[in-house]
Every structure is written in structure tokens, then in C-alpha cells.
Nanobody, 125 residues
Framework: QVRLVESGGGLVQAGDSLTLSCADS????????TGWFRQFPGKEREFVAG????????YYADSLKGRITISCDNTKNTVNLQMNDLKPEDTAVYYC??????????????????WGQGTQVTVSS
């Protein structure tokens, strides 16, 4: 059973870097993909990045390419999202989510079956 827990959020200054982690207790031996989304107040969740179950294929939102990196840490069973050069407009709640391999990299939240509780990222100017 998939159980996702995000961590690593917090208050940072513009230009800082931050790495979010998604701990997945059910990842070992699984074949589902992971995605990161973010949600601004009053808005729908938007796709940030995705990674395949074997951690070899990655997907990024066009608007964030070059500033973010998604990766797996198989020693810790986590999927990490490194964000660089953070901007105040990156302030949002960040969620990780799991989906079937066939939806790897999907930018559509409805294609994801399991979600973490979210972690707040606040970027001050």
C-alpha cells in the first residue's frame, strides 16, 4: 500500500535552494511512478515534475525546467525535488503523488491515486 509523506518545506529567501522529500513506505518492489505538484491558494494543483518507477525517466513542467531536479534516493525510499533559485511566486503547498506506470509524467492530478499531505514552501523577497 502506498503511503506518501512529504518533508523539507519551510521559509526561505528568494534565490535560495530547497530540497523536498517524498517518503514512500510502499516503494520497494513497486512499479508506480511519482509526481510532484504544487497548489497556490484558490487554484488547482499544477504539475511540477515526475519520475518513472525505475527512476530513469524524468518529466518537468516547462516553466520550471532548469530550476528543478527530481530524483530517487533508493537508500531512503524517497523521491526528492530539488528547487534552485527560488522565487516568491514559487510559494505554494507542494504535494507528491503516486500513479500507475502508464501515467508516468502525467500532468493531470486526476491520474494520480495516492497523495501526501503536502508541505508548505514560502519564499520571501
Amino acid at each position: 500500500q502506498v503511503r506518501l509523506v512529504e518533508s523539507g518545506g519551510g521559509l526561505v529567501q528568494a534565490g535560495d535552494s530547497l530540497t523536498l522529500s517524498c517518503a514512500d513506505s510502499g516503494r520497494t518492489g513497486s512499479t508506480y511512478a511519482t509526481g510532484w505538484f504544487r497548489q497556490f491558494p484558490g487554484k488547482e494543483r499544477e504539475f511540477v515534475a515526475g519520475i518513472s518507477w525505475h527512476c530513469q525517466t524524468t518529466y518537468y513542467a516547462d516553466s520550471l525546467k532548469g530550476r528543478i531536479t527530481i530524483s530517487c534516493d533508493n537508500t531512503k525510499n524517497t523521491v526528492n525535488l530539488q528547487m534552485n533559485d527560488l522565487k516568491p511566486e514559487d510559494t505554494a503547498v507542494y504535494y507528491c503523488a503516486a500513479t500507475h506506470a502508464g501515467y508516468t509524467g502525467s500532468p493531470r492530478p486526476e491520474n494520480y491515486d495516492s497523495w501526501g499531505q503536502g508541505t508548505q514552501v514560502t519564499v520571501s523577497s
